[in-house]
Nanobody, 127 residues
Framework: QVQLVESGGGLVQAGDSLRLSCAASGVTLTSYIMAWFRQAPGKDRDIVAA????????HYTDSVKGRFTISRDTAKNTVYLQMNSLKPEDTAVYYC????????????????????WGKGTLVTVSS
């Protein structure tokens, strides 16, 4: 049984940092493209960042470029999202997801395509 479990969310102030973790079981993350999505109240679930198998190929949505960093630790079977200089508009539930089709460009990843999802972790940024 595949499980992706996110952790690290919480309530922070604007300008603070958080690191989200996505721990996997029942699947080896080195076989998947990994991504972080987020969903704010009343809005769609959109991609935030993605990382290919190599770890050197990454993709970020424009609004988080230069502030967020996605990474993977193969030994721990975990993916991270380091979030710096947080803004109130970053407030959302953050989801970890895995894509098994390694040929998909990171820029083409979407909610409908991903194979596995975690249950999400809430990030709230106060002004």
């Amino acid at each position: 049984q595949v499980q992706l479990v996110e952790s690290g969310g919480g309530l922070v102030q604007a300008g603070d940092s958080l690191r989200l973790s996505c721990a996997a079981s029942g699947v080896t993350l080195t076989s998947y493209i990994m991504a972080w999505f987020r969903q704010a109240p009343g809005k769609d679930r959109d991609i935030v960042a993605a990382i290919a198998l190599s770890g050197s190929n990454t993709h970020y949505t424009d609004s988080v470029k230069g502030r967020f960093t996605i990474s993977r630790d193969t030994a721990k079977n975990t993916v991270y999202l380091q979030m710096n200089s947080l803004k109130p508009e970053d407030t959302a539930v953050y989801y970890c997801a895995a894509e098994s089709n390694l040929g998909v460009p990171l820029t083409r990843l979407s909610r409908s395509r991903m194979d596995y999802w975690g249950k999400g972790t809430l990030v709230t940024v106060s002004s």
